[in-house]
Every structure is written in C-alpha cells, then in structure tokens.
C-alpha cells in the first residue's frame, strides 16, 4: 500500500504539467441594435416603405461565442482547435444557415518553424489578409458598411467548407498562407473546389494586405455553402447585384488594401476585381466588378472613434440590357468605449444606384444585410450595444 501512494504521489506533478500544458477557452460576443431602414421592399417584391427592427447579424460584428483550445506537443509543435457559433439574438436561431459552429470549425497543428495548418470550414485568404482593413471590419463600420452584397467577401459573408489551410509565422511583419477546398465530387477533381492565396505586412504606421480568391461553381461551392442553401436559394441569388450571374461556372476575386497612422487618424483605401466567367444564361460570358473604397478613423478621446467612408461599385455591361450598374455607398460611424468589454455606437449607410443590374432591370440600392430598396435609393441607420466575454 506505501508502495502505491509512493509512485501516485511521484506521479501527481507529471500530470499537473500535462493538465498545463493545453488549455480551452470560451469567449464570445453579443452586438445588438435598432435599427431604420427606408425603401424596403417586402419578400414579394412589393415596396414596403420605411423598416424598423432590432437586428443582432450586422452590427460591428454578429453575435457569436465559441471555444478554442491549444496543447503543447513538445518539440515546437501544439495541437490547436477552434469551434465557432454565429447566433440571432432575437429569436434564438442558429446563424450561416443553420450551422451549430458556422462561423468557423478546425483543427490542426501548430509549428513554431514552419506555421500552422488547420483543416475544417474556414475563412479564405481574402478574409485574412485584405477584408480586416475594409471599412465594415473596423470598429466604426458595420455589416452594412460592407461593399454592395459584400460581393468580394472583404466582409466575411461567406466561408469554406472542407478546406486545408496554411498560415505562415511572423517574419518581420511579412505574413503569407494559402487555402484548398476539396470540391469532394467523384470523378471531377476541379467542380466545386476553391482555393485562395494571400499576404499581409506590417511595420510601424503601415498595413497591407493583398489576396486572391478563385471558387469553381460558385453558387454551390462558395455561396452555397450553409446547410439552408440551395441553388435557387444562396448568397448570389439574394441580391439583384449578383442574382443573374448565379448560374456562373468560376468566380474570382483580387484584392488588396492598406491603412496608414497618422497620430490619432488611421487613413485606408483597399480595391477588389471580382469576376464571374461562364455564365450560362448570358451565352457563357463574364461579369466584371471593381469595387474601389476609401475610409478615415480618427480618435477623439482614447473612449471615443470616429469613421467615415466612401465606396464606388461598378459592373461591366454584359449585353445590351445586363449589367452596367453602378453604386455609390457613403458610410459613418461612432464608437464609444464604456469598459474593456462594453461599448455603445451609432452607423449610417448611404446608398444610391444606377444603370441596369445583374437581372437587366433597373438598378436599386442594395446596402448589404437588409432587403432591397423599392428604388434607387437607400439608408439605414443603426444605434447598438456590443458586449464582449
């Protein structure tokens, strides 16, 4: 019997160091708002006139918790995860479709040498590198604030199932990776799949980041891919900046952008190129977008930030009546710091639209996060509360 408590105790310190060396955390944050939105239509098309609504998906960030836990392996090497739930506030759903961890879902090995690679549903390239320094991701700016129907993913609308992912170490500020969506159809190793690459660098004042996103069947690959989505019923048909390319075999964008700080000012600019080719109901052509967006932050108090934006969209006329539109948003913002974990803001977006959409009909403002405007014209004002913990 001493000899039994002389080798558990012996052991007692060994699985204290192990028990120490990994950890799990939950975290979460819940964004909630009121908010009034003009010229909504109704989901029949009618117009319905003026909106108002709480709304807790596109505030300065949707709600969310998660867990996400890391264990040393010895040798430089730790074992890593990450599960993530977007939620509505208001009536309980499960957010991205229905999904019990749709924001993100991985796992995989980290190196302190090589990097990291995770395997799950993830977010691309585009999101890591470039989509943090658009307007909509900053501390001023919300979902609404994203491009037009977020058409280039800067403001992580959509994310990657099935994917392998790669992310470089910090080498003086330069950071690269990549990413590889296995489309899992037999006998076609291309249909369905995406991949995307990209870089980010930081020194000082300075922030860049530049990426590229290509997904093959987009409608079902990309935009399709929460458990609610259907060909018929996804992020491209939602919108009539995108519903008429849904039919479109590839999609690609480009993208890059910058901050720069200028004492209590943080000035930004970020440009994306987004392609849809092979469009079947347009005799297999393509539709071209370039998004161009320039913002300014400024702190007034270390409590206190500020933020104003312009974003210009332009689509390619892909026939005589398709395509050709343009939209003009205007973004601003206010974020007040009450404590390390609570702070209180106000947003608006301002939208007008011309020229003939993705459908050939006449363009209407579509501010990102809400239904349609019944015109050209759109606004959407939002005071919120965001709570982290």
Known sequence: MKRMLIVFAAAMPIATLANAQGSVTLYGLIDEGFEAISNATTSGGAPGGRQFRLDATSGLNSSRWGLKGREDLGGGLAALFQLENGFELNNGRLGQGGALFGRQAFVGIESKQLGTVTLGRQYD??????????????????????????????????????????????????????????????????????????????????????????ARNPATSLFGSNPSDTPTSNGLTGTPVLSGYAGASAYNVIGAGALYTLGDAIIGANYSNVRFSGIPALGKTSAVFNDFEANLQYHFSPRLLGGIAYNYLHSSHVSNSVGGANYSQLSAGMDYTVSRRTDLYAALQYQTANGHDSTGAVAVASIAGVSPSSNRQQTVGRVGLRHRF
């Open 125 to 214: 390239s585009v999101i890591d590198y470039v989509g943090k320094l658009e307007f909509g991701d900053s501390n001023v700016g919300t979902g609404h604030s994203a491009h037009p129907a977020d058409l280039d993913n800067f403001n992580n609308s959509r994310r990657t199932n099935n994917a392998v992912k790669y992310t470089s170490n910090d080498y003086g500020g330069l950071t690269f990776g990549g990413m590889y969506s296995l489309g899992g159809v037999a006998g076609s190793v291309a249909r369905n799949q995406i991949f995307s690459l990209g870089s980010g660098y930081r020194s000082g004042p300075i922030t860049l980041g530049v990426a590229y996103l290509q």
